[in-house]
């Protein structure tokens, strides 16, 4: 088990989040279910919110047909580009300023252009782009490939967006036939986050918020897959179904808590002492992470924070907006240390960094 860890700190420019419209209840939403398409949505769907603690989400859709599109300017690349917008308004800068832009996101709005391409044209970004096809560790994978850009002193700052739109995914039918389906229902949200970044220079204010150690790894080997989107890939040319998500949760059980093990490995072997952090923020999959993490970390569960309860789970955007809501909640201090631990059930990805607030 050996995870890349970058050993040079990067300064933080700007981050900002983008929500497709408001809120929508985990009641309202069961309600509308069942009223909508004649499904008894209400018993199951509360059971499983409730073992979730999934209160609230926003979906890129209206849930009006079985099968829809987003709303307008609630596409996949629509909400990157307000995401990065807002974030390159906050530093004070302009797109042509980065040198790169790296996104990430499972839920592209068209397999080829990427979908960065048109996330670059919504903002009239000229210089390079790339995309990681991939989820919940998105952020960690992007960041290793940003500190490389940014090894000179001189390198133009780097722009990073994760993005979802996985609600277009879900046909509210599927749930009588798939009873895993229940946790796509009342579970996933959509949204985007943006982080900019520079290299760290002698110069630069030293009260700036700092990103180090970041680190990416994975223990997928001889592992089959708990997290999927089936269809739509080049296995079964022509003969595409519908896309769906897909969990294998034994094998998430079994897994996924292996995760947070290997990245706490990878940090303490980076030299970083949980001790002398402040908070963690684990990978959003849920609203009841601080009571199901902190024992095994064996810290108290009001160390552990994040958003999940009322943004659902973000996927490749939850770890970016879960920090850019902590960064503007007031509640980190000067110098606080927030230490962001990623886990991604796909092929058993993990990654994250260590957050210094400025």
Known sequence: ????????????????????????????????????????????????????????????????????????????????????????????????????????????????????????????????????????????????????????????????????????????????????????????????GAILLAPMTEDNDQDCAIIETPFFGHIGLDRLSGFELASGGSDAPGGFDIATFRHAYKAIEEHGPKLFDAGLAAVRGAGVDLDAIDYVLPHQANGRMAEWLAPRLGISPDRIVGNGAVVGNLGSAAIWVALDVLRRSGILKPKQRVLVLGAEATQYLYGGFVYIHG
């Not at 987003?70 to 807002?86: D, S």
């Not at 096809?133 to 780097?158: E, H, I, K, M």
């Open 1 to 192: 088990m050996n995870a890349r860890v970058v050993s040079h700190q990067l300064k933080v420019l700007g981050m900002a989040s983008s929500l497709p419209g408001p809120a929508i209840s985990t009641s309202d939403l069961l309600g509308h279910v069942e009223s909508r398409f004649g499904i008894p949505a209400r018993r199951i769907g509360r059971r499983v919110a409730k073992s979730m603690g999934i209160n609230t989400r926003h979906l890129a859709r209206d849930l009006m047909q079985r099968i829809e599109s987003p709303r307008p300017g609630c596409r996949n690349p629509e909400l990157a580009a307000a995401a990065v917008t807002a974030a390159i308004k906050q530093a004070g800068l302009h797109p042509r300023d980065f040198g790169y832009m790296l996104a990430h996101t499972t839920t592209p709005a068209r397999l080829l252009p990427p979908n960065v391409a048109e996330v670059a044209q919504l903002l009239n970004f000229s210089a390079p782009y790339a995309e990681f096809r991939q989820a919940c560790t998105g952020f960690a994978n992007a960041l290793q490939f940003a500190a490389g850009l940014l090894n000179s002193p001189s390198a133009p700052p780097v722009v990073i967006v994760g993005s979802e739109t996985g609600s277009v995914y879900f046909d509210p039918l599927s749930v009588t036939s798939d009873s895993s389906q229940w946790v796509n229902l009342v579970q996933m949200g959509d949204g985007a």
